[in-house]
């Protein structure tokens, strides 16, 4: 079976901090996403990236840094957290299907 | 207007009852996808389509790539199917969702 593993469920950070966020994914493949959720909004693309160091802006990139220094993980990168951060953060990777991680429910305090 | 869009919005149906949930697109895609976000936060995928009808169980995708539209239905609907179901399309890299359909199966 695929696995999209993020490395926590629920964080919970003080505004101002520097937040990582990291997904690992065993099946090879080229492309990982990831993606916030919020209510009423649905899930937005905040970047992905398509092979090793290569990346691309989504919808929804300010605020967020991505880095994807192995294939198998793609860390996001909240520099400096705010409030308006507080969401659940999903990880996916993707050849021709996509696997989705269990999601990191951030709260910024 | 959404790229993705989806109806209803919310469903609630008596166990046993037939489901279908809708999802139309406008742009052009290579692939189209069900999702299912259960409490909790976790999405499984159901289904993968790019053409054509795929069955899961209780569970049957159809896509009209003419139309630019799948459905998904649930058969003899039960209230574990309870959850959220989301439509994505795959345009080029990117996968591009809808913003869901949440169900409730009351028993």
């Known amino acids: 079976d695929v696995k999209v593993t993020q490395s926590s469920r629920y964080l919970v950070k003080r505004t101002g901090e520097k937040v990582f966020l990291e997904c690992v994914q065993d099946m090879d493949h080229e492309n990982m996403f990831w993606y916030r959720q919020d209510p009423g909004l649905g899930l937005r693309l905040i970047y992905f990236s398509y092979d090793v160091k290569m990346k691309e802006k989504g919808d929804i990139p300010e605020g967020y840094s991505v880095s994807r220094e192995k294939k198998e993980r793609f860390s996001l990168i909240l520099e400096s957290a705010s409030t308006n951060q507080t969401s659940m953060y999903l990880c996916?990777?993707?050849?021709?299907?996509?696997?989705f991680g269990q999601g990191t429910r951030l709260t910024v305090v | 207007k959404n790229e993705v869009e989806q109806s209803p919005q919310n469903l609630t149906a008596q166990e046993g009852e037939f489901i279908t949930i809708n999802c139309s697109y406008s742009?052009?895609?290579?692939?189209l996808h069900w999702l299912q976000q259960h409490p909790g936060g976790g999405i499984v995928s159901l289904f993968m389509l790019s053409s054509g009808k795929k069955k899961h169980g209780r569970l049957i995708a159809t896509i009209n790539i003419q139309e630019k539209h799948s459905s998904l239905h649930i058969t003899a609907s039960h209230p574990r199917d309870s959850a959220v179901y989301i439509c994505?399309?795959?345009?080029?890299?990117?996968?591009?969702f809808g913003t869901g359909t949440r169900l409730q199966v009351f028993p």
């Open positions: 996916a990777s993707s050849r021709v299907g996509a696997f």
């Open positions: 994505a399309v795959r345009n080029t890299d990117k996968l591009i």
């Open positions: 742009v052009g895609i290579s692939a």
